[in-house]
């Protein structure tokens, strides 16, 4: 039987991505829709300027959109996927919680705070049970867990894959698409014929974000992981795809060979979400590209490349769909892993 | 009275930038142009396919174009810009050098040779007089001097102004444009929504070529500088303009507010086109971008901002425009230093 | 059973394109793959620089690639295609033909001689009977049929449509794709926030196919349509799909709602790669787009839109995948047409 | 002595193109600068993001915005310039006009208002004299003068060249840059990739302008030109320039030659800003191309080009800057033609 699921902040970019991806998931069925006020009461049609390359799942076309608050949403939902702007976030989703709604989210706001599981399925499951120590603490019935942002997920699985051999240090240049700005989040004035040298906040996230998800978890805190984490984030003239140039400095001395195998072996989830490999190791150092290596695994893959060795370490690329395992797949793969752990 | 100069290889990318460059300078005339066996004898206006930004000169448009060839040049040429492809540059280089003539090279062959200078006047003005132990090992009257790589070019003068606080280690990210490959280089199915991770070589020549410019001379030999240098080069859909994300560890702990204050006193030289202040900072950290910022100081300044202090070091981005800065600027600017030192 | 086909120029960005469509189509089989001497005895993996958006298909990735000579090809291949650059086509299809083999071919040389049917299957099906003059003129076994160049597929399924109208003029001004100049065709350089607005030869080939796909064939020979017909062709910063502004003079004075009914109903033709339906047209005066439309009916569709009354007419816009719809896939479409019709 | 003017709309990407025109004019000191109330009594500096491809002008950066209002403006400005929104435009302009003030008009509102002159001083200059006419209509001190849109601009000189010839139809296909809807009216999510074929409002705007500015004022009214024209206008991923293919009908049947003939000769003004040539025609049908040849004439010429006979005329490309001679440099023509005129 599937899991009666809803979307907060269904009509911007990542909520539409979310429609695309739960349509057809075989686990899941879409039974509502959360809006602005000045959407709601609008058919989905109508209110989203649908923008995804598919067309608009028929089943979720004539729903009317009821506004983003949880008196207006059914009470046998089980799973809310929230892709809400992080200041609504912010105020809106633990009243959710509080009603006691499961809700896994995308937006940026709370994925710091001590009790709340920022989780890749792949990476560090085990966190979800922070969920534990946030109802004890917050005397919530529901449930609030948070993916990472793009840039952290499409560096972070690789970075778990070397844990092995000791990180103690990494530098990141990230060259990134302009969906994950948002669908008017980057003007064309700007960035055509054009590079943007800093996107505001996002070095800061993908360092602390990434010694979250890389830490210890014991059951009752997150030990955050101890290395150097320094990145430059960069806006580029492309539509998806985010690009990382990675230095990792470690304790062992691996060969470019053994990076490459252990990123291949690196295990996928159980999961319906997780693609199989999860890391696609190219030999051709010309790749990963964005265009051509986006959508490896349905979009859920992260691409890597260009292994080398450093003085102290490796320096490698790697990529993954912004959109897809960057925000709304990496939500929808959260789901998945609460329906799996029992927390729906 | 002017300096009589030809140009070799005068019909390709930076051969034309050359000629842009050269057809106003006070100091020089252009004298003769030479091509490949399939342009010699025609018009220059008919061999080269004009592209450049402003209306080929008039006053070298009906120049009949020679071959490449020593013979086939006037002996009262005082001094040859060479954009040679670095396969044609590599033989016919020496050819010219053995015949009298005094060469200012943009090409890439012969850069590391250990008697050929390879200068940013700027820089390390002092490395020209490798000329005196090159005339004395080969037993040549003219004189082969090299300027750096577009990329090498963008980050070396900001690395020089740090060189007080003591730099041990670079990684360096770049960004760079497809005008970098030559008109022909870079396809636009390759690049249009696209980024490419790996520019042949690239990477190498920031490493080698870096070490070499900050390196000490002592009249005998250059000591390469010992940092260690990583870089990861990358290709985006910008015309002109690399940007580059740079990381420095450094011995001391300067503050961001040092870094950039020394940046900006750091000297230009009392040549012709090097451009007051060499260095400009920007505050705004979303500055400098390749659009925006190529042609500051006539296309010969490098921009730096974003600096921010590292657990190391610092981390800043700096940029400069290709095809001026980084190539056939800085031939041009590497004549004027010959003219100035007396070796024309 | 499968039908044995084979690709000649199969190295090509159509020729991937071609075994793209071949690889899963239930009627074809790829047999063979030839190429240029210098591809002829390596692996198609190796010797095609794979830039397709999807996986090269394991089937033919191993398969050695014959020389493009009809001695090389096995005697029991029952229908070749053909993207051979259009002067290697000139000599060596008649070749082909010759030997007996059937050819559905989308070079541009022959298009527009009198016996060598120029065919899209949903538009005048008819005219593939003229291979019944051609084998009678020429002596052939075998049997040559093109598909038009795709910037006339395009536009002309939608004059098709418009017949019943009496069309007496076209002006037509094309903003077409980079991907429709091969993979080399256009560089970064040359498009980067620029238009190309001529492209050589581009215009005349609209303006004469375009007439003889409309024409009547009376089973001896086609009578080319009468209508004045004017192209005007830009290269535009797109990487597939051409959209072109059609202005149409007609007899009569249909309303706009007429001509998208009219257009709507255009029917399909019962084969394997032909949508239904073969036109779509939009509402909404933004679309079509060439990002968001171009893949319509597996790219294989014709979009409409902005449909407007001109005082002596009709103005809309029309759109189709350049690679697909006017290449590949139209070549495909007619071998499915020479196997319904029983010429294979 | 100059004349003082002011900006009306001062910190947006047309009135940021006005103050580059302005600053070094010898004809016009900037003497006041308006905006919104949100930039009011905040530095120019401070207010508008500069993003124009050259420094913001010293004298003007620390100028304090005044709120666009007349009793905020100094009595003794001379000549308003207005680039506000057409919805804002609608309401203040005739406010500063009836306060007495001169105002050249970048804005659409008005612009087919029977007694206000739309000027391009080219072509039609003595259109001015309307001045009289609005004066005796509205009891108005000040005058109202407007210039065409971007899209018309390009066009229309090019027209006017073709007078001669009895101009009877006109087609036109426009792929317009994103600069022509402002800093943030194209994002990059629209374009990239992409090709918008619908321009809201903006054929209509090519269509009734364009008959107005080529038709007759006899003191009284102006007899709009009865040309039939029908235009359709698509969005193109250039930063600047529109390029316009242009079919016309004529009357007289002359070559390609006699075309090219005549618009090479078409007069310039008499004025500051008109560049001579006005229209610069190409033989090479390659050119014109936006980022080639838009800043012709100080970005105030019109380039054609690719001139071909049709059935009934002719057909050919132009090409002008929409932000120079298509919106800030048509206003300050303008401005120098109520100079010139003893309308100041």
């Known amino acids: 039987m599937s899991t009666r699921v809803g979307v907060l902040g269904a009509t ?17 069925e879409i039974a509502t829709l959360t809006a602005s006020p000045t959407s709601a009461g609008r058919s989905y049609r109508d209110a989203a300027k649908w923008r995804v390359d598919t067309p608009i799942p028929e089943e979720v076309a004539d729903t009317t959109v009821a506004e983003t608050d949880p008196d207006e949403v059914p009470n046998d ?21 509080e ?26 499951p085990d966190h979800l049970d922070l ?24 560096m972070v699985p690789t970075l778990a894959a070397l844990e ?32 943007l040298p800093n996107i505001g906040g996002e070095a800061q996230k993908m360092e602390t974000e990434s010694r979250k998800l890389l830490g210890a978890f014991d059951g009752a805190e997150v030990t955050h992981h101890s290395a150097d984490i320094s990145a430059s984030c960069n806006r580029v003239p492309t539509l998806d795809g985010h ?19 252990i990123m291949r072996e690196y295990p996928s989830a159980d999961l319906y ?23 490896l695994g349905g979009g859920m893959a992260v691409a890597a490349g260009g292994i080398e060795k450093t003085t102290d370490g490796v320096q490698y690329n790697c990529l993954a769909h912004n ?16 329906l799996e752990e029992g927390y729906i």
């Open 12 to 28: 911007g970019a990542v909520g539409q991505r979310l429609i695309q991806l739960l349509a057809p998931h075989p686990e899941f």
């Open 77 to 97: 939902i089980d799973l809310l996927f929230s892709s809400l702007p992080s200041s609504v976030g912010a105020d809106v989703e633990p009243e959710f919680v």
């Open 99 to 124: 009603a006691g709604y499961v809700v896994s989210s995308n937006s940026s706001n709370s994925r710091m705070d001590e009790d709340v599981p920022l989780t890749i399925p792949e990476v560090n």
């Open 131 to 154: 969920i534990e120590v946030q109802r004890d603490e917050r005397g919530w019935d529901g449930a609030l867990v948070k993916n990472p942002n793009c840039s952290t997920i499409t």
């Open 164 to 195: 092995g051999f000791g990180i103690n240090r990494i530098n990141v240049s990230t060259l990134q698409a302009v969906s994950g700005a948002g669908y008017s989040g980057v003007t064309s004035m700007e960035i055509l014929d054009n590079v």
């Open 243 to 261: 690009l990382e140039n990675v230095w990792v400095d470690l304790e062992d001395d691996p060969s470019p060979e053994a990076v490459a195998g």
């Open 273 to 295: 979400s997780s693609p199989d490999p999860l890391i696609e190791v190219f030999e051709d150092p010309e790749r990963p590209q964005p265009r051509m290596d986006r959508m």
């Open 323 to 338: 959109t897809i395992r960057g925000a709304a797949g990496a939500s929808v793969l959260n789901g998945e892993l609460l």
